[in-house]
C-alpha cells in the first residue's frame, strides 16, 4: 500500500532526501531533491558528510495523494565533468525542454553548477559535457519570469566555497567578511536562451534592512548563508534562504529580480538536524513551503527526509512565520 502524503511529515520513507525543489509542471507538483546516502565519512563544516552521488525526481498528483519516486534520473557516473558530490539541485521548463541544475565538485575539488535535459519532468536527464562557464559554488534556483527570461540564482557558505570567490577567482584561503561588514549575498545571472550558459557574469545579490542599510555578516539571524530560492507574489519578487548558524529560513523583498531585497522576517524556524533548504511553490490556489529535516533518521545530520507544509501570507504580502513541530 501506498502511503498518503501528509503536512510535516516525510514524503517518501525508502530513501533519505534533501533539499527538495518543487515545481508544478504538467498540473502535477514535481520535486527535485537531493539524495542522501549513509557513509563512513568525516563530518565537517567542509561538508564532507553529504556525499550524494545521484539524484531521484518525486511527483504528486494532488498534496494529499501518494508521492511517487520515479527512480534514479542522474548519477555521478554520467557526468563527465565531475568527482562527487552532488547537492542541491533545480528544475526550470522551457524551450519545450526541462532542465535539471546541480552542482558538484570538478577534478579540482571546486564547487561548479551544471545543467542536464529531458523532454519529460520525471527525467532520465542527460548532463552536458561541461559545467555552466563561470559558475561556482552550490545550490542552483531558477526563475522563469513572466517575461521569459530566465536566472539563476545561487551560492553558499564553508562547503559551499562561496566566501573563496569574493575576488573573482578561487582562493581556497579566502575567508569571509568580518562580522561588521556586509555579508556575502547569493549570485544571479540571467540564463541565456537556450538555458545551458550565462548571458552575462554572475553578480551579487544585495540584501537590506527596511532602512536601505546592508545586512552585516555578523547578524546571524539574518545573514544569507545558502539556500536561495525566488517566487513571485502580486508582482514581487521574494528571496528566501537559509541563514545557516541560526537555523532559520527567512526572506526579503524586492520589485526587481536582481534586486535589492528588503529583508522582512521568518518563514520557517529551526528544525531538527543541522539546518534546512527549501523552496516555495503555488499549487491550484494554495502555497507550500517544502523542507527537510532529520526526523527519519532521528537527528542524523546527513540523512534527511523531505516534508512540506501550506504558506500562508498576510493581507500586506508579508508571509506568516511556521512552527514545524507545532510550537
Not at 272 to 288: A, E, M, N
Amino acid at each position: 500500500m501506498v502511503k498518503q502524503s501528509k503536512p510535516n511529515e516525510p514524503l517518501v520513507t525508502h530513501i533519505f532526501t534533501a533539499d527538495p525543489s518543487a515545481h508544478v509542471f504538467e498540473g502535477k507538483l514535481y520535486i527535485y531533491p537531493s539524495h542522501d546516502i549513509d557513509h563512513d565519512g568525516p563530518t565537517n563544516d567542509n561538508g564532507d558528510q553529504y556525499a550524494m552521488e545521484d539524484y531521484h525526481v518525486l511527483s504528486m498528483d494532488d498534496v494529499n495523494a501518494p508521492c511517487v519516486d520515479h527512480g534514479e534520473v542522474l548519477h555521478l557516473k554520467d557526468i563527465p565533468w565531475a568527482s562527487k558530490q552532488l547537492w542541491a539541485p533545480d528544475a526550470a521548463y522551457k524551450n519545450n525542454t526541462y532542465y535539471l541544475y546541480f552542482p558538484a565538485r570538478d577534478k579540482e575539488g571546486i564547487f561548479r553548477i551544471g545543467v542536464a535535459t529531458s523532454p519529460n519532468p520525471d527525467g532520465p536527464f542527460i548532463p552536458e559535457e561541461n559545467y555552466i562557464p563561470g559558475s561556482f559554488s552550490i545550490d542552483p534556483a531558477v526563475l522563469v519570469d513572466d517575461d521569459d527570461r530566465a536566472y539563476v540564482y545561487f551560492g553558499g557558505l564553508w562547503g559551499g566555497q562561496l566566501e573563496k570567490w569574493q575576488k573573482g577567482t578561487f582562493n581556497p584561503e579566502a575567508e569571509g567578511p568580518a562580522p561588521n561588514e556586509p555579508a556575502l549575498g547569493p549570485r544571479v545571472a540571467e540564463l541565456s536562451e537556450d538555458m545551458l550558459t550565462f548571458k552575462n557574469d554572475p553578480q551579487e545579490v544585495s540584501i537590506i534592512d527596511e532602512n536601505g542599510n546592508p545586512i552585516l555578516a555578523g547578524d546571524e539571524d539574518r545573514r544569507y548563508f545558502e539556500g536561495p530560492w525566488v517566487h513571485k507574489y502580486n508582482g514581487l519578487y521574494y528571496l528566501s534562504y537559509s541563514t545557516g548558524t541560526t537555523h532559520k529560513i527567512v526572506y526579503a523583498v524586492s520589485d526587481q529580480p536582481r534586486g535589492p531585497f528588503i529583508f522582512k522576517g521568518t518563514i520557517l524556524t529551526p528544525v531538527k538536524g543541522w539546518t534546512t533548504h527549501h523552496s516555495i511553490v503555488q499549487f491550484k490556489d494554495k502555497w507550500y513551503l517544502f523542507y527537510h529535516d532529520c526526523s527519519l533518521s532521528d537527528g542524523v545530520n546527513h540523512l534527511r527526509c523531505v516534508k512540506y507544509t501550506e504558506l500562508k501570507y498576510n493581507e500586506d504580502g508579508t508571509i506568516q512565520t511556521i512552527h514545524p513541530y507545532g510550537e
